[in-house]
């Protein structure tokens, strides 16, 4: 064999050590594509970092918790992807924020036909776990969690739900678990279950041209509470929410003229209202037509029942506005706010003492 020169060995050298980096390369490439292609990546487990505290009052609550609820949605409804929820940060389950919360799990359900994509870790604080525990979330996510509930403020929330649009039942469920005699506890739920009925009526329709087109119905979620001489309910439904459905209510009512008055008395000089506006503008409404004939209606009997007690609160929650009433030693308060994010749905929440002169409002 023919000695190489010095030049022809330094290029058989660098030669070499090119294709060297040719065969790398396509040894990357190759392991790269099995890797894509990999069942484990293909669908990855995603975790997601639940919410220091699940609540949906104060703003930056509010988001927390919206943004974790839509990093769930996009995971499993859009992208089909499993998904873990993380709670080792969770401290906090406020009512509102949990109801909301378990509606959309449920909702998710529905549509999915499963949870099978969502797993959950167990939570570290004791009074999550037990909160998840008894709503019955941690079993929901096939999560193997030992803690049982025990507290007094746990145990004591009850939880119903329904599928049509009509909830007069709902009263019959709180007279039902109620420890009031009967005749105070219908007294009572009557203007829960109007309401109920008369928001979850308008839910889930679609309003065009003045004609309402019927969405599938998603149905509603309540928890309820009596202890300690106070009982709290909570009712949510997933719909179009108040503020889309207002107008045309109003039109279908024949109080279109006397709610553009209310809104330019309450809000002179605007042009365009917030969703939270358009709630509290339609309680005084409401106010109106009753002052003449003696009787409310939904929502409006609600407070009408806390217009006869000294210590009690109303919370309207829908789309991006929020209508709060509240009465403490005869002394009322209303007020409204707004959010950047929207619950796309309406959350109603209602307070007050279980006193002995209940039975006379």
């Not at 609540?55 to 998904?83: A, D, P, W």
């Not at 009322?332 to 796309?344: A, F, P, Q, R």
Request: proline share 3%; charged share 25%.
């Amino acid at each position: 064999m023919k000695r190489l020169s010095s030049v022809q060995r330094i290029a058989w050298i660098r030669l070499s050590q090119q294709r060297e980096r040719k065969h790398l390369t396509r040894l990357k490439k190759k392991a790269l594509s099995r890797k894509q292609y990999s069942p484990t990546t293909v669908n990855p487990l995603n975790y997601i970092q639940a919410p220091k505290v699940f609540s949906l009052r104060e703003k930056v609550l509010h988001k927390k918790l919206i943004q974790f609820i839509v990093k769930i949605k996009t995971s499993v409804l859009k992208n089909k992807q499993r998904i873990k929820i993380d709670f080792s940060q969770t401290e906090q389950m406020v009512v509102c924020g949990s109801l909301y919360f378990f509606a959309e799990l449920e909702n998710i359900k529905k549509e999915l036909g499963s949870l099978n994509l969502i797993s959950c870790t167990c939570p570290k604080n004791e009074t999550v776990a037990q909160v998840l525990q008894h709503l019955g979330i941690l079993t929901m996510l096939k999560c193997r969690c030992s803690v049982k509930p025990e507290r007094d403020d746990v145990i004591n929330w009850k939880v119903a739900f329904g599928e049509k649009t009509d909830a007069t039942k709902v009263g019959k469920i709180l007279e039902s678990q109620s420890d009031l005699p009967t005749v105070k506890a219908k007294k009572l739920y009557r203007g829960v279950s109007e309401a109920m009925t008369n928001v979850s009526q308008h839910a889930y329709i679609e309003i065009e041209n003045g004609i309402e087109t019927p969405l599938d119905n998603k149905g509603w979620w309540m928890f309820y509470r009596e202890e300690n001489e106070r009982i709290i309910v909570a009712f949510c439904d997933l719909g179009v929410g108040i503020p889309i459905t207002l107008p045309y209510t109003m039109k279908k009512n024949h109080e279109e003229s006397l709610f553009q008055q209310v809104l330019q008395h309450i809000f002179p000089n605007r042009k365009k209202y917030s969703d939270g506006e358009l709630i509290h503008a339609a309680i005084e409404v409401k106010r109106s037509r009753t002052r003449h004939s003696h009787r409310g209606k939904g929502l409006l009997d609600m407070i009408k029942v806390l217009e006869n007690i000294p210590d009690g609160e109303l919370t309207i929650l829908s789309n991006r506005g929020m209508y709060e009433y509240k009465r403490y030693n005869s002394q009322v308060s209303e007020k409204h706010k707004n959010y950047k994010e929207s619950i796309s749905g309406t959350l109603i929440i209602w307070s007050l003492p279980l006193i002995n002169n209940l039975g006379n409002t």
